[in-house]
């Protein structure tokens, strides 16, 4: 079955991408699709629900995450690619390393998400760039947060000089020029505000939200990721929700969803398939109908 990667790249409305995460210790999430077969069915339990990506991750990059070894990563990420490849779906790849994304993508997946941007293994773009077919996710990086094992930690990552968009946006560009220069194509590339990440509170992720029209300028189309993250959850307490659950903070998701498919977003990464499909729809068509 081939698969128009063009036709996703360019989607003109937005897209619903599933997470499965084969770890131990995702924030919302960890140890639940650690057995193969369970990670099979959730994938395609996912596909069934609406999903039109479906994002592999074996590596958490929460705070305090600790790296696991390069062969477990492999073998984690190939078994599901392997799983899930027949079923015709469309594979994300979440990793930082560039051997995980070059057997990944030799393995029949069409996508590398990149949550350094390019930043951790410098050979990453190079591997897309040799697989012209394939699409790059990059996404905005500082470094690891703070408490996460596998590098020091900069204490300052969440500090934004000219404002949390003007940094961001800055320092994004100059990520996507670097993966240029490394030889990936700008018809490959899809980038990543990258919500959470340097970012702890509401003040710093709302605003990149709200900006969603100045990232979508650029031409690149652009992922959000908003799914379950803590900042979620505080939003809803300032609302005057008191202790939000997982329902309640994918909830909010969803609204978020809808949100960003009416600002014109390319897809939004989402844990809970079902909630965000349908408000993906209903933003998708509130756009349609004020684009007529």
Not at 6 to 29: P, Q, R, W, Y
Not at 61 to 79: C, F, I, N, W, Y
Not at 115 to 129: I, K
Not at 258 to 270: N, P, S, Y
Request: charged content about 25%.
């Amino acid at each position: 079955m081939t698969i128009d990667m063009k036709a996703i790249h360019d989607s003109t409305h937005t897209l619903v991408m599933g997470v499965l995460n084969i770890t131990e210790d995702s924030f919302s999430d960890g140890g639940l699709w650690l057995d193969p077969a369970k990670a099979k069915a959730h994938g395609e339990a996912m596909m069934k629900a609406g999903a039109d990506i479906i994002d592999i991750g074996a590596e958490s990059t929460r705070p305090g995450a600790k790296r696991v070894s390069e062969e477990d990563e492999q073998t984690r990420v190939l078994g599901a690619v392997d799983a899930l490849i027949s079923e015709g779906a469309v594979l994300s790849i979440d990793t930082t390393r560039a051997s995980v994304a070059r057997m990944a993508l030799e393995h029949g997946a069409q996508i590398i998400n990149d949550v350094s941007g390019g930043r951790l293994d410098r050979e990453v773009p190079h591997v897309v760039a040799e697989h012209a077919e394939s699409l790059y996710i990059v996404q905005h990086w500082r470094g690891w947060l703070a408490g996460s094992a596998g590098n020091v930690p900069d204490a300052d990552t969440s500090v934004y000089v000219n404002g949390v968009v003007n940094d961001v946006y800055d320092e994004l560009m100059k990520q996507v020029d670097d993966v240029l220069q490394a030889g990936v194509s700008p018809s490959q590339i899809i980038i990543d505000p990258g919500l959470g990440f340097s970012k702890p509170s509401v003040e710093h992720n709302f605003p990149l939200m709200v900006a969603l029209e100045r990232f979508n300028a650029t031409g690149y189309p652009v992922l959000i990721g908003a799914s379950r993250k803590r900042f979620v959850g505080a939003a809803l307490t300032d609302a005057g929700i008191d202790e939000p659950g997982m329902d309640g903070k994918d909830n909010a998701t969803a609204a978020i969803s809808a949100l960003c498919a009416e600002h014109g977003a390319w897809a939004v990464r989402v844990h809970d398939v079902e909630k965000s499909r349908d408000a993906v729809a209903i933003g998708n068509a509130w756009r349609a109908f004020a684009n007529a």
